[in-house]
Each structure stands twice: as structure tokens, then as C-alpha cells.
């Protein structure tokens, strides 16, 4: 049970409730337990649309559940296999990110997982930052650096408030 109320749109104040209506938050558990700070929960989404903007859907894909498996976060993991499918990652490709299975990736989403898993546990090494510099522009490298913090925050604050996936966990590997 999440340590805050889990709220729907109809307990925002009026200026609030388009987070809900306007955006597909649905009845995730993240939105509904970031409405109890309604506009912390704006500048979070209009922070999170921007860096989802970095690469490709696919490519953040990637990023966001090498981020999630290297936290051990049931619920990034949980929402973002059924997101990365809908965006093109194969489950193939879901079970080398959760294995650690570089060799089973293409270069560069090795490259991505990588320096993505670095990040996450707070240890990028120069090798794996070099590397993902060969597949993209310093810009694109400081994104990625930024997507991956962002998830490593969004899965303390999803700790923090004890919130668990609507479902069942759908497991480390598919």
C-alpha cells in the first residue's frame, strides 16, 4: 500500500486535473501517488516529455529499462516492457538488458545499456561514456546521462512512497 493516497483527477484542484485528463497517465500508480503534489507532478511531466525527446522511442527505451534492471525496480521494469514492446524493443533484447547479455545486443544499444547501467548505479566509467560517444553527438551523451538520472530518481521517489505496480510484476525475463 502506497504511504499516500493514491488520487484520480476529481481530487485535484480544478487547475490540476488536465495532468490527468490531457496527458495518458490512466491509473498509473506514479501519477496517482505524484498528484498529492499536484505541481511538483507538472514540472515532473513537462521535465520527463523533454527527455523523452532525447532519442528515439526505441533508444529510450532501452535506456530507461537498463535503468530500471540495474536499480532492481519492479515498477519502472514492470511499466517499461510493456512500453518498450509498444516502442519496438524485442523481447530478446528486454532479456539481454535484464541478463546484462551485452553481447546479445547491437553495438550501440550495447552501448547504451552499458553506459545507462553505469549511470544508474553511480559509477559511469570513462570506457562506457567513450563508447556510447562513438554512436552519438556530446549533446545526445549528456541527454542519455540526463535520462537515466531522471529514472534513478523517479524509482527513489516511487521507493519512497511505496508504490507498487498496478498488476502483477511481469518478472525479470519474458
Known amino acids: 500500500m502506497a504511504r499516500v493516497p493514491l488520487l484520480e483527477a476529481d481530487d485535484?484542484?480544478?487547475?490540476?486535473?488536465?495532468?490527468f485528463t490531457e496527458n495518458d497517465v490512466g491509473d498509473a500508480h506514479i501519477f496517482q501517488a505524484m498528484a498529492n503534489a499536484p505541481e511538483l507532478m507538472r514540472w515532473y511531466m513537462r521535465y520527463s516529455t523533454r527527455l523523452w525527446d532525447v532519442l528515439p522511442d526505441r533508444e529510450r527505451e532501452i535506456v530507461i529499462l537498463a535503468a530500471?534492471?540495474?536499480l532492481e525496480h519492479e515498477y519502472e521494469w514492470h511499466q517499461h516492457v510493456r512500453i518498450g514492446r509498444e516502442a519496438g524493443v524485442t523481447d530478446a533484447e528486454i532479456d539481454a538488458i535484464s541478463t546484462g547479455?551485452?553481447?546479445a545486443l547491437e553495438d550501440r544499444d550495447a552501448a547504451l545499456t552499458a553506459y545507462t547501467r553505469g549511470v544508474a548505479l553511480g559509477d559511469p566509467r570513462d570506457g562506457e561514456?567513450?563508447?556510447?560517444?562513438?554512436?552519438?553527438?556530446?549533446?545526445?551523451?549528456?541527454?542519455?546521462?540526463?535520462?537515466?538520472?531522471?529514472?534513478?530518481?523517479?524509482?527513489?521517489?516511487?521507493?519512497?512512497?511505496?508504490?507498487?505496480?498496478?498488476?502483477?510484476?511481469?518478472?525479470?525475463?519474458?
Open 68 to 70: 530500471a534492471r540495474a
Open 101 to 103: 547479455d551485452l553481447a
Open 129 to 174: 561514456h567513450d563508447r556510447l560517444g562513438e554512436f552519438y553527438d556530446r549533446e545526445t551523451v549528456v541527454g542519455v546521462a540526463m535520462l537515466a538520472s531522471h529514472y534513478v530518481s523517479t524509482a527513489r521517489t516511487l521507493d519512497a512512497l511505496d508504490v507498487t505496480t498496478e498488476e502483477p510484476f511481469v518478472g525479470w525475463t519474458t
Open 12 to 19: 485535484l484542484p480544478e487547475e490540476y486535473r488536465y495532468l
